[in-house]
């Protein structure tokens, strides 16, 4: 897969640099299709339409405020995150606790950006979560495996493991999957790949396959899941370009 990935990069590559309105268009097709899907995961009600319209700046009545809300700041989390890419920032926890601190703005100011001060489960999930008081060494520990290991594997292999390590130590209270999701894609736009979205659609699948890394160990079934995520992160441009 990793080598049908990276024939597909060598080919957008080499169309490279797209003009700018090709580039405006295909941005707002990835942040409206981003924000729906990362936010429908985690049971956000509004449609793709609607979100389309509520990143327009228009309300939707009838949806409150609180999900209106959600969209507008995984946008700008997600602007954050390119910013980061151009400025080639290192990966740090000031990174991870800024990106997290977007997703939270205006619906839980009081634990966003700052790591749990509890112990939580996942609903459904297979593993213990760590202490609450262990936050501090295992993000220390992530960083550090992140500046000394994570350019050893492929980018996608890499992007999955920061994604999966990430909620494994699970540091906030909420807002842990989408801010994963965003460590992800970051990690894709440094690698010069495109952005990828997993689907509300394939929910249970990617659940299961989280589930499994974090429960057992068995690190294939999501690394396939976020390749197969990664391919279809091509179809936007395999149709604009033709290629």
Not at 41 to 65: M, Q, R, W
């Amino acid at each position: 897969m990793f080598e049908i990935i990276d024939d597909l990069k060598v080919k957008l590559d080499q169309h490279l640099p797209l003009s700018p309105a090709i580039v405006k268009n295909l941005h707002e097709d990835l942040v409206l299709r981003w924000t729906y899907h990362s936010n429908a995961i985690e049971g956000n009600t509004l449609t793709l339409l609607e979100t389309k319209v509520v990143l327009e700046g228009i309300g939707v009545g009838g949806k409150a405020l609180k999900e209106h809300f959600e969209v507008i700041n995984h946008r700008d989390a997600i602007l954050y995150v390119e910013d980061i890419r151009k400025k080639q920032e290192s990966f740090s926890e000031c990174q991870i606790r800024s990106i997290h601190q977007l997703i939270l703005k205006n619906i839980d100011d009081k634990n966003a950006g700052r790591y749990r001060q509890e112990n939580v489960l996942i609903s459904g999930a297979r593993t213990n979560l760590p202490d609450y008081n262990l936050l501090n060494q295992k993000m220390a520990q992530f960083i550090d495996w992140y500046n000394t290991e994570a350019d050893t594997l492929h980018p996608v292999e890499r992007a999955a493991k920061v994604h999966a390590d990430f909620v494994g130590i699970h540091p906030f209270v909420d807002g842990n999957g989408r801010t994963s999701r965003l460590l992800m894609n970051l990690e894709l736009l440094k690698a010069g790949y495109p952005p990828s979205v997993i689907t509300v659609e394939n929910r249970l699948a990617y659940y299961e396959a989280l589930d499994q890394w974090m429960a057992y160990g068995n690190t294939e079934p999501f690394i396939n899941l976020i390749g197969g995520v990664v391919l279809d992160g091509f179809k936007p441009y395999q149709m604009v370009l033709g290629i």
